[in-house]
């Protein structure tokens, strides 16, 4: 770094081009090249314009897997390290060396625009989930950049929303996914958020990149900004920003003048660039991939679409053994599939398979209608429709989001299904009572106009290039449906949490998401929802036998052990997914009803018996503490739930947690002196033998106003008052 000239160094703090950094003829060893694409990697023939960059002509074909929460909806982490792995592959032969992906943040809204892109609606499914995911990329020595770093949940004003939160709901909830990708996986890259946090943009937050990212979380790898991101160049490589994204950047003038002016020392410039002369160093030891077969990525693409499907309703239509009934397939999707999200998802798929090709295979008698064209119809199209629904003995209908109403870059209005889709619908089930009906979407939907003339619903999210096959198979029973909701899906939209204030435009408030994000917002409050977290049907008929509990408070790997003896008693095999929830029932302790702490997906086969052991180890109890900063375990008791989703639980124990941390909650003088005799009876007792006991009802004022009114009665001295209170607020940390 000492050869380097000093505008040298300004220039390798940015980008030197839009998916390029670090090219310098100073620096010995090659440009650093990334690209986007959680669902594949998406790279160029050629260079293209600002304004070209999602257009597919200017693509390479690659392999496009299932969508974020498709993913995540197979609840299978071996699976997704693998999607990890093949896409790394797919890097290195397109001589891409970090992936920008995967999306950490959660869906707090179903009318997130980005919903399709982030894992779930729970920090700990989404931090398993993302984990597997960065290993499998980086287990071919290529980078990932887990993004975007942090709460960046909404579309709407992304790059100028100011979230306001306290410190433990942030990490508790929606750093949690960072914190724990960072720990056990390490990733290369974390791409800073937009939006501003508490005030400050996060691409310049001191709070966010000095004191969480790399002081309590020891980070050393190199943070990025989001496209287009940072606002105060300067500010941003003083509070940890080692790149400017894209480049060259426009700031570099304002770096040379802080220079100069000594606002902006050479030695902070130079700490700003140590992380990534590390990365150069990494990305010398990438080794590229001359041929690679995406005709075996394609069917790993499948294998993981057959396994993130969710069956919500089925009477008993599925599986279909009759393949020479007459059958009609209705929707524009059958013929031209939505299959991923756009925006930075968008990937050129090496191949792309047709609902309506697939089931043409597999049935020998097929009509089809378009129904609808993107969001329209017509009254053509509507009597097509309901002639093809008329002459056959069982229909299919293809629905899901349109473009225009869920892609990045824009939060969704509502819930519903496009009205002319609707409209559609409506029509022919009033002339065919044997509906199957195929959604392809990024997040929840309101289905109840649907769920009530449906003989079965498949939620297939966006499923890549490989959805057709994989959702054939499961219609004809060659695979068991598997997946499970990785976000509750309400009865309506004015029952979310956030109603109502999503999508706010200048600033939004966080606090309460503890509890109010969510299933923890549902089934703490016993709402009714349409389809609960976890939920997922099988055409296997699997129960839960025996459950057994073993605390072993000497192992903090395995500090509650459980055993679920699971017996498939059917003829079909399939998997199931064991589901575990803590709560903690502490006086004053802000918790949900449960959380998820540990799963584990199985396989059974058919007639036959598995036991199921999961290990829940001490940090599954752990609660965020502002007093020290950092995550804990309280004394007091826990409930732990066994079952196959939030809502079906089959097994309640208790465990009582007594040798670590005393739960006391931060309190500040505005507190009543009740908190005091609870919590710090030190000084409860102190005031109360030096000056006058407290009837019951003064117990309810406030800290401050007891004390006043000592000072005022009692002819307590001001001294005497004020080092009073400088000793209790010293041990409430106020």
């Known amino acids: 770094m000492k050869k380097l000239p000093l505008e040298e160094k300004i220039k390798l703090t940015s980008g030197q081009g839009n998916w390029h950094l670090f090219e310098s003829d100073f620096v010995e060893g090659r440009k650093i090249n990334v690209a986007d694409g959680p669902h594949g990697v998406r790279v160029y023939g050629k260079p293209v314009n600002d304004g070209d960059f999602l257009s597919k002509r200017h693509l390479q074909p690659t392999t496009l897997f299932p969508s974020a929460s498709a993913m995540a909806s197979t609840w299978n982490r071996d699976l997704i390290e693998e999607v990890g792995r093949l896409i790394a592959r797919e890097c290195r032969h397109h001589q891409v060396d970090v992936l920008l992906g995967p999306g950490m943040n959660l869906k707090r809204s179903p009318l997130g625009g980005r919903n399709f892109e982030y894992y779930s609606e729970d920090p700990y499914l989404t931090s398993e989930i993302g984990q597997h995911f960065v290993q499998g990329v980086q287990s071919e020595n290529i980078g990932a950049c887990i993004k975007h770093f942090g709460l960046n949940e909404q579309e709407t004003m992304r790059r100028f929303v100011d979230v306001k939160i306290d410190e433990r709901t942030m990490h508790e909830m929606y750093l949690y996914p960072f914190y724990k990708v960072i720990k056990k996986a390490n990733p290369w890259m974390i791409m800073s958020s937009y939006n501003r946090l508490n005030g400050e943009y996060a691409s310049e937050s001191s709070y966010l990149l000095q004191d969480v990212l790399r002081s309590q979380w020891d980070y050393d790898g190199v943070v990025v900004s989001d496209w287009g991101a940072v606002q105060d160049k300067v500010k941003s490589i003083k509070n940890g920003m080692n790149l400017d994204m894209p480049g060259p950047s426009a700031f570099e003038k304002d770096v040379k003048t802080a220079l100069d002016n000594g606002t902006l020392t050479e030695e902070e410039l130079d700490d700003s660039l140590k992380p990534l002369f590390d990365l150069h160093e990494k990305v010398k030891t990438i080794e590229p991939l001359i041929t690679i077969d995406l005709d075996k990525h394609h069917d790993f693409a499948r294998k993981v679409a057959g396994e993130a499907i969710v069956l919500l309703e089925n009477d008993g239509v599925l599986p279909i053994k009759n393949t020479k009934q007459k059958v009609g397939i209705i929707g524009q999707f059958a013929k031209e599939p939505r299959i991923n999200g756009g925006g930075s998802a968008t990937v050129k798929p090496h191949k792309q398979e047709v609902s309506f090709d697939e089931f043409s295979k597999a049935f020998t008698n097929v009509s089809y209608a378009d129904g609808y064209q993107e969001d329209e119809t017509s009254k053509e199209l509507l009597h097509e429709a309901v002639k093809v629904a008329r002459e056959s003995e069982l229909v299919f209908f293809f629905t899901g989001t349109t473009d225009t109403i869920e892609t990045e870059g824009k939060d969704r209005d509502h819930m519903s299904l496009p009205k002319e889709h609707l409209q559609v619908f409506d029509e022919i089930r009033k002339v065919n009572k044997n509906i199957v009906v195929i959604l392809s979407n990024g997040s929840a939907l309101d289905l109840r106009e649907i769920k009530a003339y449906s003989r079965a619903i498949l939620e297939t999210w966006f499923l890549g290039g490989a959805a057709a096959h994989a959702i054939v198979d499961i219609v004809m029973g060659r695979i068991n449906p598997s997946g499970r909701l990785q976000e509750t899906f309400p009865l309506k939209l004015e029952h979310t949490p956030h109603y109502s204030t999503f999508p706010p435009l200048v600033s939004v408030d966080y606090h309460h ?17 349409l389809y609960p977290f976890g939920y997922g049907l099988s055409y296997a008929d699997i129960d839960y036998k025996d459950v057994s509990w073993m605390m072993n408070p000497a192992s903090k790997n395995a500090f509650v052990a459980v055993d679920v003896t699971l017996k498939n008693d059917s003829d079909i095999d399939g998997y199931e997914t064991v589901q575990v929830y803590i709560g903690a029932n502490i006086d004053y302790l802000v918790k949900p009803q449960k959380e998820l702490k540990a799963f584990e997906k199985v396989w059974i086969q058919a007639g036959k018996t598995k036991k199921v052991h999961i290990e829940l180890p001490l940090e599954a109890f752990e609660t965020y503490d502002e007093a020290h900063h950092g995550f804990v375990v309280y004394n007091g008791p826990y409930k732990i739930s066994v079952g196959r989703h939030s809502r079906e639980i089959h097994d309640i124990n208790t465990v009582e947690i007594t040798d ?75």
């Open 660 to 734: 670590q941390t005393r739960y006391i909650p931060r309190i500040t003088f505005d507190y009543p002196v009740k908190f005091l005799e609870l919590f710090y009876p030190k000084w409860f007792n102190y005031i109360e033998n030096h000056y006058k006991p407290l009837w019951w009802h003064q117990k309810e004022e406030p800290i401050w106003r007891a004390l006043d009114r000592y000072k005022r009665h009692q002819n307590v001295g001001e001294k005497e008052m004020a080092e009073l209170v400088r000793k209790i607020k010293e041990d409430l940390d106020v």
């Open 513 to 529: 998401d503890l509890i109010m994000n969510g299933y923890r917002y549902y089934d703490t409050h016993g709402y009714d929802v």
